[in-house]
């Protein structure tokens, strides 16, 4: 069993940067995002090039904002929703930064985080850059049906965000920095609709917050901000209902990046947002954005993923999920 790890070199939480699509610039938050394109292309012949693409255009923002080069930076660790994590590759090929590829689906985001602080903790590294990316096109033409098929989506599906977010890991002292983290296990509750992935992955924030929550003896009004990425609002709910079966009574301050990242309603977006880039831009933005600003100083990043494989789904496996729990603190 996984156990709360601290951080005890505190690891800085230096620069975001994020790059969205149309829809997700049209959202709520859409006025936070660094770039945004008009298209689903950004100039590319391919989707899976433009989703590269808005990699690299993500991180030269992050290293402008930063005040780095690629030669200063020790490590990336990357990942996306494509076979063989080929968009990061391509996305990362010029920096000549060394590289580690990662999948964790949607918490791709928050695994990179952990190990890039992990990373500075045993004094590998100084500085690291972690990114995670999805893109609607390429994730439908991998995981569902071609785009021209023009399939008919259920109520509790997710909207696969275009976007990418790139975080600067720093050894050196800074005011936002990684305090905690708690690896998830694989939980199976024998889920098989791929259309409801907020309900498979529910179980696994559930397991993650509950032994979060036990071995430190902190509650949810300890924080002023728990946010999950991604389970959109039908993994939400079951989540809430899951938690207080074991007590625990989750309230305003519980959010999912899925569901703000669009107005479902207004941009009719079924359950919400998913995808590996929905809660590194959200992260990347809205959340990096309160913590800098003195808003928040206290945040639960819990990183959610369904485990599944285009074969898998045609095997009729079960859906696994995954729950990776991160905190985030800003100092006085």
């Known amino acids: 069993m996984g156990r709360i790890q601290t951080f005890k070199k505190r690891p800085t939480l230096k620069m975001a940067a994020t790059m969205v699509g149309g829809d997700e610039s049209k959202g709520p938050l859409g006025h936070l995002f660094d770039l945004s394109g008009k298209d689903t292309r950004f100039g590319m012949p391919t989707w899976e090039q433009a989703e590269s693409e808005m990699v690299r255009m993500a991180c030269e923002t992050l290293m402008a904002k930063g005040k780095i080069r690629p030669d200063e930076v020790d490590l990336v660790f990357a990942g996306d929703l494509i076979n063989q994590c080929t968009v990061s590759t391509f996305g990362f090929a010029e920096s000549k930064i060394p590289y580690f590829g990662l999948y964790s689906a949607c918490s ?56 990418a977010g790139c975080f600067l890991l720093d050894n050196s002292p800074g005011q936002i920095y990684l305090n905690q983290y708690l690896v998830g296990s694989i939980v199976d509750y024998g889920a098989t609709d791929v259309n409801n992935m907020g309900g498979s992955m529910a179980p696994a924030v559930v397991d993650t917050l509950v032994r979060f929550f036990m071995e430190s003896t902190l509650t949810p009004d300890d924080f002023d901000l728990i946010i999950t990425g991604d389970l959109g609002s039908e993994g939400h709910s079951i989540s809430r209902e899951m938690l207080e079966t074991h007590g625990i009574v989750m309230k305003n301050n519980y959010l999912d990046c899925g569901i703000l990242i669009y107005d479902i309603e207004k941009q009719d977006m079924h359950a919400g947002g998913s995808g590996c880039g929905c809660s590194a831009v959200v992260m990347g933005s809205y959340v990096f954005d309160q913590l800098q600003q003195g808003k928040m100083k206290d945040v639960l990043f819990i990183g959610t993923g369904s485990l599944q494989s285009p074969i898998t789904v045609m095997q009729k496996q079960s859906i696994p999920g995954i729950a990776h729990l991160l905190r985030i603190t800003r100092s006085e």
Do not use: D, M, N, W
């Open 108 to 163: 791709t985001a928050a695994e990179g985080l952990i190990l890039g602080g992990v990373a500075i903790e045993a004094e590998h590294a100084c500085k690291v850059i972690t990114a995670a990316s999805s893109h609607f096109c390429t994730a439908e033409r991998q995981y569902r049906f071609p785009i021209e098929y023009g399939s008919q989506r259920t109520p509790t599906a997710q909207h696969t965000v275009t976007g």
